[in-house]
């Protein structure tokens, strides 16, 4: 009979031992998944980030104000490298979020933004027939500050560099377009209304 106390200590204090594993088990994955999105915000752009305008002259010899045309509802940014077999293989997809951005009338501007230097994003741009303006960072600095570290890189900014939308990788499938277009809406959208809010307001000082 003394024994049955132990017989029924043991098992509990297993059953004790595998539920402090699972909770420290849950709590590990959950905190990776906090550190992981804690790392995305500090070394990746996302939704609400705030990039600066610059201006650069494109490929095809326009001058092109890049996250900073208040006369623009906002750009559709895709970041890339000419060496990088990613970005071309997501091109595709650019360039059916172009067509849809045109058919949609969302008055969005696509722009590419190139990571080289020198004539490489001018030859890239003519082999792959890349139909919207292509740019190049003006300088390390801007480029850091974009946090273009990983490409392709795709961006929705409205026309104040507020960012609506940020996907780093490929963009395969027709969701990925959807997204984009959605986000280029929301930019349509905003600049829409500040431009009312600015002129009501300009209208109640008059009155």
Not at 102 to 119: F, M, R, Y
Not at 186 to 194: K, N, P
Request: contains cysteine.
């Amino acid at each position: 009979m003394q024994d049955s106390p132990r017989r029924f200590t043991q098992p509990a204090l297993l059953f004790v031992a595998l539920a402090l594993v699972a909770v420290l088990g849950w709590s590990n994955r959950s905190l990776a998944k906090e550190n992981g999105v804690l790392w995305d915000r500090v070394v990746r752009p996302y939704r609400g980030f705030v990039v600066p305008a610059f201006v650069a002259r494109a490929t095809d010899g326009r001058e092109v104000v890049v996250a900073g045309n208040d006369s623009s509802a906002g750009q559709v940014l895709f970041v890339f490298s000419t060496a990088c077999h990613f970005c071309t293989q997501t091109l595709p997809t650019w360039r059916a979020i172009d067509s849809a951005l045109a058919a949609d009338g969302a008055h969005a501007h696509v722009v590419g933004v190139s990571l080289d230097t020198g004539s490489a994003p001018a030859a890239y741009a003519a082999d792959n027939h890349l139909g919207f303006p292509v740019v190049q960072f003006p300088d390390a600095r801007t480029r850091s500050v974009y946090r273009a570290r990983e490409v392709p890189l795709t961006m929705v900014v409205d026309a104040h560099g507020h960012v609506l939308y940020a996907a780093t990788g490929l963009l395969r499938d027709r969701a990925s377009v959807d997204s984009v277009v959605a986000a280029a809406r929301e930019a349509v959208v905003r600049q829409r209304a500040a431009k009312a809010s600015t002129e009501g307001g300009s209208a109640g000082r008059k009155t």
